[in-house]
């Protein structure tokens, strides 16, 4: 599974953005896909995920009530709607994907086989 995102840029705090995340095949229902992203000298984040069997989602506690993760299985995509954005999102953002996850494991960088090659959001105060 190849994962391509898009949609990241320029905003100023408080705007928003949506970032996609396309699959380069059809992903099986048990996967998981989600967002990590990673702040220059900082350690990468998940950021959330979510299940594409039912659209169960998980997020970060710095994201929840933000952003919106959802999912659209006949295009194989994910989105991440991000509104009120702040300085602190500026990160690398990456899209993620596995198809073993048990809900407790999402969080965790090292569990994803599959991650896209990352697409820039900086937001400006």
């Known amino acids: 599974v190849q994962l391509q995102a898009f949609g990241g840029g320029p905003v100023q705090a408080g705007g928003f953005l949506r970032l996609s995340c396309a699959a380069s095949?059809?992903?099986?229902?048990?996967?998981?896909m989600g967002w990590f992203r990673q702040a220059p000298g900082k350690e990468r984040e998940f950021v959330a995920a979510?299940?594409?069997?039912?659209?169960?989602?998980d997020y970060a506690d710095s994201v929840q009530g933000r952003f919106i993760i959802s999912r659209d299985t006949a295009k194989n995509t994910v989105y991440l709607q991000m509104n009120s954005l702040k300085p602190e999102d500026t990160a690398v953002y990456y899209c993620?994907?596995?198809?073993?996850?048990?809900?407790?494991?999402?969080?965790?960088?090292?569990?994803?086989?599959?991650w896209g090659q990352g697409t820039v959001v900086t937001v400006s105060s």
């Open positions: 993620v994907a596995d198809g073993t996850l048990i809900r407790s494991s999402w969080s965790s960088s090292s569990q994803y086989d599959y």
């Open positions: 095949e059809r992903t099986q229902w048990r996967f998981v």
């Open positions: 979510i299940s594409l069997s039912d659209g169960t989602t």
